[in-house]
């Protein structure tokens, strides 16, 4: 049971916008910045947002993302089927101490 | 270029200590705001955070491995160094050494992994 919450899966075509949710607590989101992460299969995940919404260079503006309260979502438009990948959200927990992650979203281009 | 590297057995067997080393270059783990750490990915399933020292030796761990895990660095070797003890089956995973810039930026830079596989 992760401490951040995501949707298991999320689907679009090719040229959509999708969007992926992460729900937290005051503790976690609602008080840090949210990271989100992408994992391509048989890889290792790589930095996609970080502080809420910066992108880190080479990450294309197609990705987006945005914080309010205690949830926070990652913004995908123009979806192509390089974005086939699980999609994790983190943030810092105060209560806990802790770096937490999300369940992870794998994201299907149909 | 920033780039880690973690190295360690592949196959332990339960109750054993399991030591991991991350190298990295690129960087200097004593300057300010910098830090290296563990997250671990059981096959199939989500990240999870182990552990994190920064420049100025002060490390933090996951509250439900605290008692089993030790980070430690050795800044002249550009080397973090891992133990967790009493290995179980449920810690087979990959295991990745991670970048944490300042500011706040993230993990930003990840090794490829190393899969650790607890049997006897």
Same mark, same amino acid.
């Given at each position: 049971?992760?401490?951040?919450?995501?949707?298991?899966?999320? /689907?679009?075509?090719?040229?959509?916008?999708?969007?992926?949710?992460?729900?937290?607590?005051?503790?976690?989101?609602?008080?840090?910045?949210?990271?989100?992460?992408?994992?391509?299969?048989?890889?290792?995940?790589?930095?996609?947002?970080?502080?809420?919404?910066?992108?880190? /260079?080479?990450?294309?503006?197609?990705?987006?993302?945005?914080? /309010?309260?205690?949830?926070?979502?990652?913004?995908?438009?123009?979806?192509?089927?390089?974005?086939?990948?699980?999609?994790?959200?983190?943030?810092?927990?105060?209560?806990?101490?802790?770096?937490?992650?999300?369940?992870?979203?794998?994201?299907?281009?149909? | 270029?920033? $780039?880690?590297?973690?190295?360690?057995?592949?196959?332990?067997?339960?109750?054993?200590?399991?030591?991991?080393?991350?190298?990295?270059?690129?960087?200097?783990?004593?300057?300010?705001?910098?830090?290296?750490?563990?997250?671990?990915?059981?096959?199939?399933?989500?990240?999870?955070?182990?552990?994190?020292?920064?420049?100025?030796?002060?490390?933090?761990? !996951?509250? !439900?491995?605290?008692?089993?895990?030790?980070?430690?660095?050795? $800044? !002249?070797?550009?080397?973090?160094?891992? $133990?967790?003890?009493?290995?179980?089956?449920?810690?087979?995973?990959?295991?990745?050494?991670?970048?944490?810039?300042?500011?706040?930026?993230?993990?930003?830079?990840?090794?490829?992994?190393?899969?650790? $596989?607890?049997?006897?």
């Amino acid at each position: 049971q992760s401490v951040l919450t995501q949707p298991p899966s999320a /689907s679009g075509t090719p040229g959509q916008r999708v969007t992926i949710s992460c729900s937290g607590s005051s503790s976690n989101i609602g008080s840090n910045y949210v990271y989100w992460y992408q994992q391509l299969p048989g890889t290792a995940p790589k930095l996609l947002i970080y502080r809420n919404n910066q992108r880190p /260079s080479g990450v294309p503006d197609r990705f987006s993302g945005s914080k /309010s309260g205690t949830s926070a979502s990652l913004a995908i438009s123009g979806l192509r089927s390089e974005d086939e990948a699980d999609y994790y959200c983190a943030a810092w927990d105060d209560s806990l101490s802790a770096v937490v992650f999300g369940g992870g979203t794998k994201l299907t281009v149909l | 270029q920033i $780039t880690l590297k973690e190295s360690g057995p592949t196959l332990v067997k339960p109750t054993q200590t399991l030591t991991l080393t991350c190298t990295f270059s690129g960087f200097s783990l004593s300057t300010s705001g910098v830090g290296v750490g563990w997250i671990r990915q059981p096959p199939g399933k989500a990240l999870e955070w182990l552990a994190l020292i920064y420049w100025d030796g002060d490390k933090r761990y !996951s509250p !439900s491995l605290k008692s089993r895990l030790t980070i430690t660095k050795d $800044t !002249s070797k550009n080397q973090v160094v891992l $133990t967790m003890t009493n290995m179980d089956p449920v810690d087979t995973a990959t295991y990745y050494c991670v970048h944490d810039g300042s500011n706040w930026v993230g993990f930003d830079y990840w090794g490829q992994g190393t899969l650790v $596989t607890v049997s006897s």
